[in-house]
């Protein structure tokens, strides 16, 4: 049995498989808490888009930072955040990430390297060029991936961002995951270019598209922009074809989009699927070794929910604590 | 002592800075060779190099925000906002990122930015570079903001903002830059959220902020010929605000006038006096207190219309007699 | 549910009355029908009965204070009843009626509780130090506002009347001596026993003055008093008159008039009719003074001083000139007599054009009446006296009766004064000629 795709060993291409199954269980979970009433407010869930999440951050090392996004679960996981800690800040619990008081749409860990999701727009990427800034200015050596979807990637601080890390040759991968809506607008209505990659070419920075149902291909990509950045090179657009299975947010009934569109993501596209197809056609992965994954990945999650549940909430004492430092 | 002008004592305050910390540098447009806008960073380049001393791309949004992001991984980034209208540009990052990161973040990260800018009327730059909005800034938890109105608190208060670690915008009035005034060599700090007396008095308190500082101080002399004794109050920072000294100053005089350029619709001023009365200042006011600000209009570009705009001190010399009911 | 009793509106000029005293305490019972209070306008007192029947739960005014009229002035109802939630309501509707109403008048500051007294926080603290209610303290801040100022003077006032020393305190209360009234030589007028020592020789040996509160019909004569003496130059003219003639005409009326009417036709009435008749003609001394307008009255209502047992009324008796004698002296008599009961009603007491104040019951001969305002001119009528005159070079025997005029030299020249007084006169001394 092959124990290796191209440069990757079983380990890590077993990671990356875990990885992708407990975004989309965590992902599951949430929405049946959610819709049981236990989490509050709104989330944006990225089932279907493993493949983005996983593949692009597989290519960093941990020393590395990224700027998430609103629909930022899967980064988060992918750059291994506790997920009890998660789960516990989606339950706005004291134990929570964030002490209960970011919630969804703001789930940051410094300690990982992750800036921080960004319920505005734009704001991300300006903070990745600005993170790649301290890594140049103190020779850190680090690398900074910024993600923001196709919607984003229309705002005028994306552009500002992509024109300031080309022209200061900032080590930035600005990672554009097109899941084809911004909330409800196709990308198809709202950009007259195809691809958001040709963009790049406008800010003297290579632009790549990759299959965002295929993690390893995107992982290949993104690690091609990593090395160019750490060389000092400068920043690269990465665009990724992907889809977000479900709504916009927990209240969007997706009218604008067809249940055929749907399916041909879901039943021909699903990442998870490709990707175990593939390590089981190369024996990377038998039918033992997935059910001890899944099972690991169930007892993760089991373990999340319970851990947010069993903790406490944030007392009201809390709440003018930590508004200066 | 040696005399030197606001706007050296600022980038005196910024180099000597820049000379002990690594960590800090300034970032903004035409502030290298060019030496900014009204020339508070002339010659730095030559000293900290082009790295440190960053000229941007025409994009405040995006530079700001990459200051937000550098401070947040550790530098100490200070940016120089050309006019303080161009905040507007930049409120995303100011307001919604910077103020509030350390706080959606559970209390981890800092954000230790200083955000220069000058701002106020009077040199016919128009409507949209003479605005004074630091009411919008007071009004956002997470920030800081300082006034100064002489060379010696611009030095030390820019010190103080420098070593925060939240961030702080620093507002620089243009009308000020060219005054003169005793400032020590050295480093030093004035505390934000410490108002300063400038001018005891007994009769009315007046609290004036960055220029209007010094048109206050004007008119309690000319006050003090018409036997009028004002005390005048430098709150120097908006956020936070020393209530301490403004109630204790008010509970000795039971007047208070509060003057800034700002328009008076929604300003500081506001803040300023429901401060007085709600605290225990209240029972020994012995006049309304008067509200002094710019009129509800942009800032029109005719000289004799822009001075009109903002409070002048004949307004404040109104202002003060009218808590005393003469004329 | 209590009923609000209101100060009442007792003419079409009234817009306060004053409460001259109650008839009922708080918690007595009072039958509708029953008289509860007194109230005086500017013109009269009248005694105001209760509409309802119960319990008389609480009265919002004290007596002497003046109260706008429909003010609710006390609350009849049943004993359980919840006044203080009434008198909230009531001053809510009160705010409802009249939002746009911010007269601003400072003779209103001084009706107590319903008025809001503007004063500075300051002020209001050093008030509350001092236990002073601040209704006492008169403001002179903008809108009469009560500053910290006021407050200080008015304690500055205060404080002197309470420094005494202890051993003039002593003496003091030792020999019963009201030391309200002793004016102290010490520092900032403190009283000293020196202060108190030589009264107590006086004490015993003098009486005590007698103090006499201005307050209702008095202190609305001595505002009247002071408004005429003070606004309207007076100036007076006088005559004698010879009233031979009238004399014999009202012998020969009085029986008639009498017969007719069961009244005694006085020379008060004669001269009324007289005056009347000249007023017509000499229409400038039947005026008054309106802002910039001489207003010429078209009728001659004639006031009557008369002395009631509280003071000064003025009865009116309307259209004098067009009045026979008979009816004048019916009129007249009817008037006077109900003023000296103090049962004068508003009506009665309104819309003179003139006055006649007759002292001929006295021995006085001349003297200068002062102006009923806003009327122009007063007619001051002295005794009827046998003076010796010169008639045609010998010296008679004649009565003789001083007329004097009292006017407001602002409206009213001396010639046409003296014109309308020499008129007078002469038609007095020639009565017949007022049939002409």
């Known amino acids: 049995m092959s124990t290796q795709i191209g440069n990757l060993d079983q380990d890590k291409l077993l990671q990356i498989y875990y990885q992708m199954n407990l975004i989309r269980e965590f992902e599951m979970e949430i929405e049946k808490q959610f819709m049981r009433g236990k989490l509050y407010g709104t989330m944006h869930l990225c089932i279907g888009q493993e493949g983005t999440a996983v593949g692009a951050i597989a290519a960093l090392e941990p020393e590395d930072k990224i700027t998430s996004t609103h629909r930022g679960h899967g980064l988060s996981i992918a750059k291994e955040t506790d997920i009890n800690l998660m789960m516990a800040e989606l339950y706005g619990k004291a134990t929570g990430i964030s002490k209960g008081k970011g919630g969804s749409m703001h789930l940051a860990d410094l300690d990982v390297g992750n800036l921080g999701a960004n319920g505005i727009l734009g704001a991300g990427q300006a903070h990745a060029v600005g993170a790649a800034l301290t890594s140049k200015m103190r020779d850190l050596g680090y690398v900074v991936i910024t993600f923001f979807g196709d919607g984003a990637s229309n705002e005028g601080a994306v552009h500002e961002s992509m024109n300031l890390a080309a022209v200061w040759e900032l080590p930035v991968i600005f990672f554009c995951e097109n899941n084809q809506y911004g909330m409800s607008g196709s990308v198809k209505d709202m950009t007259k270019i195809e691809n958001i990659a040709d963009r790049a070419v406008a800010y003297g920075m290579p632009g790549h598209i990759v299959n965002g149902s295929d993690v390893l291909e995107v992982m290949k990509v993104t690690q091609q922009a990593v090395e160019r950045a750490r060389k000092g090179e400068g920043p690269t657009l990465i665009e990724a074809k992907t889809y977000r299975w479900k709504g916009h947010s927990k209240s969007d009934p997706k009218k604008y989009r067809t249940s055929d569109e749907e399916k041909e993501w879901i039943d021909e596209r699903d990442p998870i699927v490709l990707f175990r197809n593939k390590l089981i056609e190369d024996g990377v992965l038998n039918e033992e070794q997935e059910k001890k994954i899944l099972q690991k990945v169930k007892k993760a999650i089991e373990g999340a929910v319970e851990f947010a549940e069993d903790s406490p909430e944030p007392s009201i004492e809390s709440l003018e604590e930590d508004v200066y430092a | 002592m040696r005399e030197i002008t606001f706007q050296q004592a600022i980038r005196e305050s910024m180099s000597q800075e820049m000379r002990e910390n690594e960590l800090v540098y300034l970032m903004g447009e035409d502030i290298g060779v060019y030496g900014g806008a009204f020339g508070v960073t002339n010659g730095m380049i030559g000293e900290f190099g082009k790295e440190r001393i960053r000229d941007t791309p025409i994009s405040e949004i995006g530079f700001t925000g990459a200051a937000v992001g550098s401070a947040i991984t550790g530098m100490r980034p200070i940016v120089e906002i050309q006019f303080s209208d161009f905040l507007l540009v930049t409120i995303d990052q100011l307001v919604n990122q910077a103020a509030k990161m350390r706080y959606m973040f559970g209390g981890k990260g800092k954000v230790p930015m200083v955000l220069r800018t000058p701002n106020g009327s009077g040199l016919g730059f128009a409507a949209q570079h003479s605005q004074s909005l630091e009411a919008w800034l007071a009004h956002i938890p997470g920030l800081k903001v300082v006034q100064p109105s002489t060379p010696y608190d611009a030095k030390g208060l820019l010190k103080a903002a420098m070593d925060e670690d939240n961030t702080v915008v620093f507002f620089e009035h243009k009308m000020l830059y060219g005054m003169k005034g005793e400032v020590p060599e050295e480093a030093y700090s004035i505390p934000l959220g410490k108002a300063d007396v400038k ?102 570009y005719n000289p004799e219309l822009e001075k009109n705009s903002v409070p002048q001190v004949a307004d404040i010399i109104e202002g003060v007699k009218a808590t005393i009911y003469r004329s | 549910m209590a009923n609000e009793v209101f100060m009442p509106k007792l003419g079409a000029s009234m817009e306060s009355g004053t409460i001259l005293q109650w008839f009922k305490e708080e918690g007595e019972s009072i039958s509708e029908g029953e008289m509860l209070f007194e109230v005086m306008t500017d013109k009269v007192n009248i005694e105001i009965e209760a509409d309802s029947t119960g319990v008389l739960l609480k009265k919002l005014y004290e007596v002497n204070d003046e109260v706008p009229v429909n003010q609710v002035i006390a609350y009849i109802g049943q004993k359980t009843e919840d006044v203080e939630g009434l008198m909230k309501e009531s001053l809510e509707d009160e705010r409802d009626k009249t939002p746009n109403d911010n007269k601003e008048d400072h003779n209103l500051m001084p009706f107590k509780e319903r008025e809001k007294i503007r004063a500075t926080p300051a002020a209001r603290k050093q008030a509350r130090d001092y236990q002073i209610e601040l209704n006492e303290i008169v403001g002179t801040g903008p809108r009469g506002r009560i500053q910290l100022d006021d407050v200080k003077e008015f304690v500055n006032k205060l404080e002197p009347d309470v420094k005494v020393t202890p051993l003039a305190t002593k003496i003091a209360k030792a020999e019963q001596i009201n030391l309200d009234e002793i004016k102290g030589s010490g520092v900032q007028g403190k009283i000293m026993s020196e202060d108190v020592r030589p009264q107590r020789s006086r004490v015993g040996e003098e009486r005590r003055e007698e103090r006499i509160q201005m307050k209702g019909i008095r202190k609305v004569i001595s505002q009247r008093m002071i408004e005429s003496a003070f606004t309207a130059p007076h100036a007076t003219i006088t005559t004698e008159v010879d009233m031979s003639a009238i004399k014999e005409m009202r012998q020969e009326l009085l029986p008639r008039i009498e017969e007719q009417i069961g009244e005694r036709i006085s020379y008060t009435e004669i001269i009324m009719k007289a005056v009347g008749l000249m007023l017509k003609k000499h229409r400038i001394i039947n005026s008054s003074l309106q802002d910039d307008y001489i207003i010429l009255h078209p009728n001659v209502n004639i006031g009557l001083a008369v002395a009631a047992p509280d003071g000064l009324v003025v009865p009116v008796i309307k259209e004098c000139d067009q009045r026979g004698l008979t009816e004048l002296t019916e009129v007249t008599k009817g008037v006077t007599r109900l003023a000296r009961e103090n049962k004068l009603n508003l009506d009665q007491m309104s819309g003179s054009t003139f006055t006649i104040s007759n002292l001929g019951m006295y021995a006085i001969d001349a003297f200068s009446p002062i102006i009923n305002q806003p009327e122009s001119a007063i007619l001051g009528v002295g005794r009827i006296l046998e003076k010796p005159v010169g008639v045609a070079g010998t010296i008679v025997l004649r009565p003789m009766m001083a007329l004097s005029l009292s006017f407001d030299h602002r409206i009213i020249d001396g010639a046409p004064a003296a014109a309308f007084l020499t008129e007078l006169k002469e038609t007095l001394e020639k009565p017949i000629v007022m049939l002409a």
């Open chain 2, 199 to 300: 001018r005891e008095g007994q009769d009315v308190t007046i609290i004036a902020t960055s220029i209007m500082v010094q048109r206050s101080l004007e008119a309690a002399v000319q006050l003090e010929s018409e036997g009028i004794s004002c005390e005048v109050i430098d709150p120097r920072t908006l956020l936070p605000l020393d209530e301490e000294t403004i109630i204790e100053s008010v509970k000795k005089t039971g007047r208070a006038v509060v003057v800034h350029e700002a328009v008076k619709r929604g300003g500081f001023g506001g803040e300023i006096a429901s401060v007085i009365q709600e605290s225990e200042a209240f029972d020994y006011l012995d006049a309304p207190i008067q509200r002094l600000g710019g009129r509800f209009i942009p800032i029109p």
